[in-house]
């Protein structure tokens, strides 16, 4: 059992209804999870992963955030830090961090998940980092919307084929193929449209306090909906565009096959696709026969809203309806719970968890490999003992 003092810590930071309408059924408190760490997956560049098995709350604190760096974090004295914003504008600007700080800002929860999250999972095994469920998380993000600044320097173009291209102060050469021209920023482009949706943040914050420097201080992009590796960290240059950039990581990296007219096409990842994670039990878990066991995750999507998680924990074969926590917030996780009554049975289950959002989009079963090593949202099953 655990302390009582810790318990009623966890229960402060866990979702209220669900908890009254346990302990009102006189079932048990939530399990009770401590904070173990992030996991390194690569010391250097810094690639760390949340330990997805110890989720526990809505807004995860930054020491819990995963990070996810391509090149060593560079060193920025926000003392000299300027933003650049130039190529199709009416006026050229660098603005300095408190120009920036002047102008509206806003506070909101949005949910980063690195397009490689899951990848451990893949078969045939795919390259990069091998995450498993935790590149993932939930934040709070304070800073000025992208368009506010685009207005500022009056964007020139009328082209809707225009983008704005975010470039972050970071740089190194990628040696192994496909290889880049040189060292290269790294660099990710928005097309025009959503760079004006106002969720789009550049932002200083994370979770009230100034950004640290694995998490893009001084300033970094928020694109809420999109994976991660839009929301480009130590921002130093906006360049607006007439065509579509078809930078390093644009195209050799964060791409994926569409078919087009049946013919297999590269196209620049973005949205978030459906996806519903489970946190506990853990693979291989030893769960009590008989009983009632809290099956916990979460779920998230891109555009939309989370509209029903489905829990099996028969391989597949039938499924229920999970209880979605607290109130749905776009562009940010929810958490979820299904009270599974253990079968009599000992031996090995088949868990799983399947999302749909508010566009009737359901996580797929299979993997499609057009997808190559990213967007890993089919189910992933958690095997686990009932003893
Ligand atoms: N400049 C820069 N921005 C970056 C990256 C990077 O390597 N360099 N990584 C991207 C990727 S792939 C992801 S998933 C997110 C991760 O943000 P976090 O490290 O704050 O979790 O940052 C994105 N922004
Ligand atoms: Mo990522």
């Not at 946190?279 to 999507?301: C, D, M, N, Q, Y």
């Amino acid at each position: 059992m655990p302390h009582r003092r810790d318990f009623l810590r966890s229960a402060a930071a866990l979702p209220a209804l669900p908890l009254l309408a346990r302990r009102a059924a006189g079932q048990p408190p939530p399990d009770v999870v401590s904070f173990s760490g992030l996991i390194v997956r690569e010391a250097e560049p810094r690639n760390l992963e949340f330990p997805f098995t110890t989720l526990d709350r809505f807004v995860l604190p930054t020491e819990r955030f995963y990070v996810r760096n391509h090149f060593a974090v560079p060193k920025i004295d926000p003392a000299d830090w300027k933003l650049k914003v130039e190529g199709a504008v009416e006026k050229p600007l660098e603005l300095t961090l408190d120009e920036l700080k002047k102008l509206p800002s806003a506070t909101r929860p949005v949910t980063l998940e690195c397009a490689g999250n899951g990848r451990v999972f893949l078969t045939p095994k795919a390259s990069g980092v091998a995450w498993q469920l935790g590149a993932v998380g939930n934040a709070e993000w304070t800073g000025v919307s992208l368009a506010a600044v685009l207005d500022r320097a009056g964007v020139s173009t009328k082209a809707d084929t225009a983008e704005v291209v975010l470039e972050g102060a970071d740089q190194g050469a990628i040696t192994a193929d496909p290889k880049s021209p040189g060292p290269i920023h790294f660099a990710r482009s928005l097309p025009i449209r959503k760079a004006r949706q106002p969720e789009v943040m550049l932002a200083w914050a994370m979770n009230g306090a100034d950004l640290t420097p694995d998490h893009g201080s001084p300033l970094r992009a928020v694109v809420p909906g999109w994976y991660g590796m839009a929301s480009v960290k130590w921002l130093t240059r906006l360049v607006v565009t007439e065509r579509p950039f078809r930078g390093w990581w644009q195209t050799l990296h964060y791409s994926y096959f569409v078919r087009e007219g049946g013919l297999p096409v590269l196209r620049s990842l973005s949205e978030i696709q459906v996806k519903a994670s489970i946190a506990r039990p853990a693979l291989g878990e030893v769960v009590p026969a008989k009983s009632t066991h809290r099956v916990f995750g979460a779920a998230w999507t891109g555009e939309g809203e989370i509209a029903r998680v489905e829990v099996s924990t028969d391989g597949g074969t039938t499924w229920a309806d999970a209880t979605l926590i607290d109130k749905s917030v776009k562009y940010c996780w929810r958490l979820w719970e299904y009270l599974w009554k253990t079968p009599d049975r000992r031996g090995k289950y088949t868990l799983m968890a399947r999302a749909t959002d508010s566009r009737g989009r359901t996580q797929p079963a299979q993997r499609n490999p057009d997808l190559r090593g990213y967007a890993i949202h089919h189910v992933i099953p958690v095997e686990v003992e009932v003893r």
